[in-house]
Nanobody
Framework: QLQLVESGGDLVQPGGSLRLSCAAS????????IGWFRQAPGKEREGVSC????????NYADSVKARFTISRDNVKNLVYLQMNGLKPEDTAVYYC???????????????????WGQGTQVTVSS
């Protein structure tokens, strides 16, 4: 059974950093494009960043460019989201998602992704 598990969420002060991890079980991540999405209370789930199966292509939402970095370690079967310069508006539940339908590039559209984790809470507050 394909499962994704996010970790690394926490309470952090504005300007702080966190690194989220997405771990896979039941499959090897190197066959899949991975996306990070987030959902704040009362808002739609939105795409944050994604990385192609090989890691050669990445994409970021405008709101996180230059602050967040996505990476993957296909040996460890992990995908990371390094978040720097966190702002209160980054507060949300963060989800990782996987798709094998596109692998050479990635897009931040929810319907593209078939497998989802349960999410990890990121709270940015002083």
């Amino acid at each position: 059974q394909l499962q994704l598990v996010e970790s690394g969420g926490d309470l952090v002060q504005p300007g702080g950093s966190l690194r989220l991890s997405c771990a896979a079980s039941g499959f090897t991540l190197d066959d899949y494009t991975i996306g990070w999405f987030r959902q704040a209370p009362g808002k739609e789930r939105e795409g944050v960043s994604c990385i192609s199966a090989s890691g050669g292509s990445t994409n970021y939402a405008d709101s996180v460019k230059a602050r967040f970095t996505i990476s993957r370690d296909n040996v460890k079967n992990l995908v990371y989201l390094q978040m720097n310069g966190l702002k209160p508006e980054d507060t949300a539940v963060y989800y990782c998602a996987a798709t094998a339908r596109v692998t050479g590039w990635c897009v931040l559209t929810r319907p593209t992704y078939d497998y989802w984790g349960q999410g990890t809470q990121v709270t940015v507050s002083s």
